[in-house]
């Protein structure tokens, strides 16, 4: 079982940069891939970025080049770096938790945290 928490989330300029973490409890932290999507109103769930146990990372096209996903396993956290910001990346940002490879589906994720909210103002 891991729990998951996400924070850092919040309100920016467009242009600018936020990092979201999340926090994990629970074992064996390091042997899951790590991935982050997001939810705007209206809309499905979509994938951001993920990394795997062995620090792999992948990302959607649409953050590719802007968003950095990273981890410590000392701290049992992964962290989403977001830079250049636009009004179209506010959603609520969650992380999951998954034993798969560098998926990107949603449904192969075990374990979700609560969200946390980024808003983006132009």
Known sequence: QVQ???SGGGLVQAGGSLRLSCAASGR???SYT???FRQAPGKEREFVGGIGWSGDEYYS???KGRFFVSRDN???TVYLQMNSLKPEDTAVYYCAATRSIATSRSWQFDYWGRGSQVTVSS
Request: without cysteine; hydrophobic residues 55%; aromatic residues 14%.
């Open 4 to 6: 998951l928490v996400e």
């Open 28 to 30: 064996a932290f390091s």
């Open 34 to 36: 790590m991935g982050w």
């Open 61 to 63: 096209d649409s953050v």
């Open 74 to 76: 000392v701290k049992n």
